[in-house]
T-cell receptor, first 114, second 117 residues
Framework: AQSVTQLDSQVPVFEEAPVELRCNYS??????LFWYVQYPNQGLQLLLK??????LVKGINGFEAEFNKSQTSFHLRKPSVHISDTAEYFCAVSDLVSSYKLIFGSGTRLLVRP | DTAVSQTPKYLVTQMGNDKSIKCEQN?????MYWYKQDSKKFLKIMFSYNNKELIINETVPNRFSPKSPDKAHLNLHINSLELGDSAVYFCASSPLRGGSSGANVLTFGAGSRLTVL
């Protein structure tokens, strides 16, 4: 079974500062990895995904994430955040066998201050 | 047009009542899901249907019963509501077909906030 750990429940940053949201996963098989964003009172929207190939993946809104197999991590980064990036960010994993099931982390709230 | 739409958006009801949440997707996807998001924002899968067939049924009280009349609709009926059922329920869909491989990218609805008093 897979699991996802997001160690930071909240990350406050100032506008235009860089940010990294951490995600570690556990799985005995190869996985697909995802980051979703949830803006207030909305559903989840896909930010980016890692399927295979290049370990650095780019997503929408200037976000990118790097897959590190040896550290079982998939950290999300943005070089300069905006107020509008304030939202809840969820890391998720599914395995290549039972890829129906998407397992989510507990979420990290990114709070961007002016 | 909203890709995945849920109704109602808000639902306030008394303990012991029975209620339903409806979900429809117009993406032509084969698979639909119900997720529960608790007060701490934790998302947990409840059910999944692929072409009207139940494929995921997590440890959920049998007071919760999903129904899929066709592959574009997945409704959630909850009997004898309890305080602990208060949460936001998200419907989602994905193009993944049964037996196929590939990453499962979900499209989510906006959520239905259920409050049990």
């Amino acid at each position: 079974a897979q699991s996802v750990t997001q160690l930071d429940s909240q990350v406050p940053v100032f506008e235009e500062a860089p940010v990294e949201l951490r995600c570690n996963y556990s799985s005995s098989v190869s996985v697909y990895l995802f980051w979703y964003v949830q803006y207030p009172n909305q559903g989840l929207q896909l930010l980016l995904k890692y399927l295979s190939g290049s370990t650095l993946v780019k997503g929408i809104n200037g976000f990118e994430a790097e897959f590190n197999k040896s550290q079982t991590s998939f950290h999300l980064r943005k070089p300069s955040v905006h107020i509008s990036d304030t939202a809840e960010y969820f890391c998720a994993v599914s395995d290549l066998v039972s890829s129906y099931k998407l397992i989510f982390g507990s979420g990290t709230r990114l709070l961007v201050r002016p | 047009d909203t890709a995945v739409s849920q109704t109602p958006k808000y639902l306030v009801t008394q303990m012991g009542n029975d209620k339903s949440i409806k979900c429809e997707q117009n993406l032509g996807h084969d698979t639909m899901y119900w997720y529960k998001q608790d007060s701490k924002k934790f998302l947990k899968i409840m059910f999944s249907y692929n072409n009207k067939e139940l494929i995921i049924n997590e440890t959920v009280p049998n007071r919760f019963s999903p129904k899929s009349p066709d592959k574009a609709h997945l409704n959630l009926h909850i009997n004898s509501l309890e305080l602990g059922d208060s949460a936001v329920y998200f419907c989602a869909s994905s193009p993944l077909r049964g037996g196929s491989s590939g990453a499962n990218v979900l499209t989510f609805g906006a959520g239905s906030r259920l409050t049990v008093l």
